[in-house]
C-alpha cells in the first residue's frame, strides 16, 4: 500500500470510528470494562491496544485489587481511554503518567483510573508529547504507541481525534525520539509502538538524524481483517542514544 493510500484510509478510519452505530460506551479488554468518551480513540476498531499491551506484558494481569506499588514510574504518551496506563498501574507501577494532547482523552484516562481503583497512583495530564510535564520530573519506562501512518507535512487536521491515527510529515516521531531519553531515570527505557503501515525507512533515517539508534525488542505479525488489509507488522522499539565509533 502507498503512503498515499495509508494515509487517505487512516483519515478515513478516523472520521468513521466517531460515527459508526457499533461504537461503544463501554467496551471490554483484558477481561475487564472500560469507560469510552465521545472524541476519544477507539481501542475496539483497532487492533493496536492490544498489542501494546502484549508488548509490555500488561494483557495478562489477574482481575482483582491493585498490586502492591514495587515496579518503576511510567509516563504513556497519547493515553486515550487509558487502557494501557491503567493497566500498568494494575501491574504494579508506583507512579503512572497518562499524557494525551486530546483533552477530552485525558478526561477518559481519569474515568477509568477511578473505575478500576489506581485513581491514587495514576495521574492524567493534557499534554502535547511532554510539554506538560514539570521538567524535573523523570521516569522509568516512556511509552508511545504512535500514530504511525505518515500524514504530508501540508496536511491540516480537521479534530484532535485525526492525530491518533496520523502524523504530519512525522513532526510528533521526530519530537519523541529526540526528547524522550531526557526524560528517563538513569536506568530507564524509552519505547516506541510503530508498524510497518508506517514509514519505517523514514523513521530509522529521523532516528539517525536526531543521533538516536532504534533496537526491536518485539514484533508481532496480524491481518487487521477489518479493512481487508495484508498482514501487517508491529514492533516494539527501544530508542537508544547512537553508538560511536
Not at 523513521?203 to 496480524?222: F, K, N, P
Request: net charge negative; aromatic share 8%.
Amino acid at each position: 500500500m502507498s503512503q498515499v493510500q495509508s494515509f487517505e484510509r487512516s483519515i478515513h478510519r478516523s472520521r468513521m470510528s466517531l460515527t459508526r452505530p457499533d461504537r461503544p460506551r463501554i467496551f471490554t479488554m483484558c477481561g475487564r470494562e472500560w469507560d469510552l468518551l465521545d472524541e476519544v480513540f477507539a481501542p475496539v476498531f483497532s487492533p493496536s491496544t492490544g498489542i501494546a499491551l502484549e508488548f509490555l506484558g500488561l494483557n495478562d494481569l489477574p482481575a482483582g485489587a491493585p498490586a502492591a506499588a514495587t515496579a518503576g514510574s511510567f509516563l504513556e504518551i497519547g493515553c486515550g481511554s487509558g487502557v494501557t496506563a491503567v493497566m500498568a498501574a494494575l501491574a504494579g507501577h508506583a507512579r503512572v503518567v497518562a499524557s494525551d494532547i486530546s483533552p477530552r482523552a485525558v478526561e477518559n484516562a481519569a474515568v477509568n483510573a477511578e473505575r478500576h481503583g489506581v485513581d491514587d497512583r495514576l495521574s492524567a495530564v493534557h499534554s502535547d508529547l511532554f510539554s506538560g510535564l514539570a521538567e524535573t520530573e523523570r521516569f522509568d519506562t516512556i511509552f508511545w504507541s504512535s500514530n504511525y501512518v505518515m500524514a504530508p507535512e501540508s496536511y491540516e487536521y480537521k479534530s484532535v481525534h485525526e492525530r491518533a491515527y496520523v502524523d504530519t510529515g512525522y513532526r510528533a516521531h521526530r519530537r519523541y525520539l529526540e526528547q524522550a531519553p531526557r526524560w528517563l531515570t538513569p536506568t530507564g527505557s524509552a519505547l516506541l509502538h510503530f508498524s510497518d503501515r508506517g514509514d519505517t525507512a523514514a523513521l530509522y533515517q529521523i532516528a539517525a538524524d536526531t543521533g538516536r539508534e532504534l533496537r526491536t525488542l518485539r514484533s508481532h505479525r496480524v491481518r487487521e481483517g477489518e479493512y481487508g488489509e495484508d498482514m501487517v507488522e508491529h514492533m516494539l522499539l527501544q530508542i537508544l542514544p547512537a553508538r560511536t565509533q
